[in-house]
């Protein structure tokens, strides 16, 4: 079970109820505390939700335990951590490898691996809370959380400009668009690969951000920010500018340098609202994106 605290320290008056939504907590959740086996204390007595807080208090949650999907089962596996807390698993997600399961498939994912793991490390919760997954081949930081109330905290943040999210892309060729530049262009689902994406005007509206970090003699370095997050946005934007990545073949890259698409994860920074401080947290490039970057140098 895991417990939260905090300190009321005004003569304001509120109930309990207000008080725990300004903390963060969404009305589902109150109700999984509510009709769960959550617990509230303030003071070291338990309360309920109408409970009136007149004075300074301290206020303490204990979640009440969640029940994962039957469909994620631990299987181990390697899981390259990057940081961890009570609430924040962040890992490095290798290339060839789905980031949870495909029910119509029997191979592993990432999160099968990180199930497994927080079993073995015996944490609070073996429940999978994925933010915001990668692509199968695409490689880098990829955020876990440990509970639904974490969860809601960081997963409303990508609404904000707090979170930031950089990739690292290599494209063929010579790179004659500006040398840094947005492309503001809706996304919707390919009418002839219903698994694959394309700029449409029925899609909905994606952004991407994208700076010139080297050329090199036959392929170009970018960086990538996504204000979006639509389903493979990158490699959608980057082709529809004329410039598929390096071993997307999907979308029409060249695959003769790299046998997956040249994209990575580096950088994730978010604010963690518990700790209430930035968090960065970085990948570093696996091998065959570092042969890339020593290579073919201009």
Same mark, same amino acid.
């Given at each position: 079970?895991?417990?939260?605290?905090?300190?009321?320290?005004?003569?304001?008056?509120?109930?309990?109820?207000?008080?725990?939504?300004?903390?963060?907590?969404?009305?589902?959740?109150?109700?999984?505390?509510?009709?769960?086996?959550?617990?509230?204390?303030?003071?070291?007595?338990?309360?309920?939700?109408?409970?009136?807080?007149?004075?300074?208090?301290?206020?303490?949650?204990?979640?009440?335990?969640?029940?994962?999907?039957?469909?994620?089962?631990?299987?181990?596996?390697?899981?390259?951590?990057?940081?961890?807390?009570?609430?924040?698993?962040?890992?490095?997600?290798?290339?060839?490898?789905?980031?949870?399961?495909?029910?119509?498939?029997?191979?592993?994912?990432? $999160?099968?691996?990180?199930?497994?793991?927080?079993?073995?490390?015996?944490?609070?919760?073996?429940?999978?809370?994925?933010?915001?997954?990668?692509?199968?081949?695409?490689?880098?930081?990829?955020?876990?959380?440990?509970?639904?109330?974490?969860?809601?905290?960081?997963?409303?943040?990508?609404?904000?400009?707090?979170?930031?999210?950089?990739?690292?892309?290599?494209?063929?060729?010579?790179?004659?668009?500006?040398?840094?530049?947005?492309?503001?262009?809706?996304?919707?689902?390919?009418?002839?690969?219903?698994?694959?994406?394309?700029?449409?005007?029925?899609?909905?509206?994606?952004?991407?951000?994208?700076?010139?970090?080297?050329?090199?003699?036959?392929?170009?370095?970018?960086?990538?920010?996504?204000?979006?997050?639509?389903?493979?946005?990158?490699?959608?934007?980057?082709?529809?500018?004329?410039?598929?990545?390096?071993?997307?073949?999907?979308?029409?890259?060249?695959?003769?340098?790299?046998?997956?698409?040249?994209?990575?994860?580096?950088?994730?920074?978010?604010?963690?609202?518990?700790?209430?401080?930035?968090?960065?947290?970085? $990948?570093?490039?696996?091998?065959?994106?570092?042969?890339?970057?020593?290579?073919?140098?201009?």
């Amino acid at each position: 079970m895991q417990v939260y605290r905090w300190s009321k320290n005004n003569y304001q008056t509120q109930s309990l109820r207000n008080f725990l939504e300004q903390q963060g907590f969404s009305r589902l959740e109150l109700k999984r505390i509510k009709y769960r086996q959550g617990l509230i204390f303030v003071d070291h007595k338990q309360r309920h939700f109408n409970y009136q807080l007149h004075q300074p208090a301290e206020i303490l949650v204990a979640l009440p335990p969640e029940v994962g999907s039957k469909q994620i089962k631990p299987l181990p596996g390697p899981v390259n951590v990057l940081y961890e807390d009570e609430n924040y698993l962040l890992v490095n997600k290798p290339a060839h490898l789905a980031s949870l399961p495909a029910f119509s498939k029997h191979s592993p994912s990432l $999160a099968n691996y990180v199930k497994y793991y927080l079993q073995q490390t015996q944490q609070a919760n073996d429940v999978i809370h994925l933010v915001s997954r990668l692509d199968r081949d695409t490689s880098g930081v990829i955020t876990f959380v440990k509970n639904s109330y974490a969860h809601h905290l960081l997963a409303r943040q990508f609404r904000t400009t707090k979170i930031l999210k950089e990739y690292y892309a290599f494209v063929p060729g010579i790179f004659q668009a500006p040398s840094q530049g947005t492309i503001k262009e809706p996304i919707a689902i390919d009418p002839d690969r219903p698994h694959f994406r394309k700029v449409s005007p029925q899609g909905k509206m994606a952004i991407t951000n994208y700076q010139l970090v080297y050329q090199y003699e036959h392929y170009a370095l970018l960086k990538v920010h996504l204000v979006t997050g639509r389903t493979h946005q990158i490699r959608v934007h980057l082709a529809y500018l004329g410039y598929p990545l390096l071993g997307d073949q999907a979308y029409g890259g060249p695959c003769d340098l790299i046998k997956r698409q040249a994209l990575h994860c580096r950088r994730f920074r978010f604010w963690d609202e518990l700790a209430q401080q930035f968090r960065t947290v970085e $990948a570093p490039f696996p091998t065959d994106l570092q042969e890339l970057l020593k290579s073919d140098v201009r």
